[in-house]
């Protein structure tokens, strides 16, 4: 089994003060973990991927992340926020390859950036 | 690259009818595309996964004979929704993902298809 929990349902930051995004997951195998956002009447875009290899994940627009196993974490962060970063991100726990994936979506999180 | 398109962007029919939403991959082959639905203001949730050539595999409360998936080629998936009601009315979002490195893949989502059923 395998679950993923988005502690924040929305977030208000200052432009240019740091993001903070958090994501907590469970999984009985080594999982895949992935951040994607979602723009208002846009499709879902990576931002960036975990997948066994170095624990601090660097993805675009400036966003990186850290896959921490003792704490089963894999929080978002970006040191300063752009009203474009204004949207909803979610966190996602993949388990297995090509049709035996099990694929689980965090609730999301709705990022407000206040100028 | 890995652009994944869904037509149509938004569909509205009457109760009863059948929809049709095609998700293309356009510049990489899918071996996997994934089907999931998307209420407003809550998360996806994912109704089937299939591979090309092959049965979808359809997660657990979603009915395979009201929502059929056909993954005809490397770049198409089709889902039909049968004898749609108000109920169907949904955001479908399609993706696709292909062998990276490793075993480990990404998907790569289309724009979605918004259903209103009257």
Not at chain 1, 56 to 74: C, D, M, R, Y
Not at chain 1, 87 to 101: D, P, T
Not at chain 2, 31 to 38: H, S
């Amino acid at each position: 089994a395998q679950s993923v929990t988005q502690l924040d349902s929305h977030v208000s930051v200052s432009e240019g003060t740091p993001v903070l995004l958090r994501c907590n997951y469970s999984s009985s195998y080594s999982p895949s973990l992935f951040w994607y956002v979602q723009h208002p009447n846009k499709g879902l875009q990576l931002l960036l991927k975990y997948t066994s290899a170095a624990t601090l994940v660097k993805g675009i627009n400036g966003f990186e992340a850290e896959f921490k196993k003792s704490e089963t974490s894999f929080h978002l962060t970006k040191p300063s926020a752009h009203m474009s970063d204004a949207a909803e991100y979610f966190c996602v726990v993949s388990v297995g390859s090509g049709g035996y994936q099990k694929v689980t979506f965090g609730t999301g999180t709705k990022l407000q950036v206040i100028p | 690259g890995a652009v994944v398109s869904q037509h149509p962007s938004r569909v509205i029919c009457k109760s009863g009818t059948s929809v049709k939403i095609e998700c293309r991959s356009l510049d990489f082959q899918a071996t996997t595309m994934f089907w999931y639905r998307q209420f407003p203001k809550q998360s996806l949730m994912l109704m089937a996964t299939s591979n090309e050539g092959s049965k979808a595999t359809y997660e657990q409360g979603v009915e395979k004979d009201k929502f059929l998936i056909n993954h005809a080629s490397l770049t198409l998936s089709t889902l039909t929704v049968t004898s749609a009601h108000p109920e169907d009315s949904s955001f479908y979002i399609c993706s696709a993902s292909s062998l990276g490195t490793g075993k480990m893949e990404t998907q790569y989502f289309g724009p979605g298809t918004r259903l209103l059923v009257l």
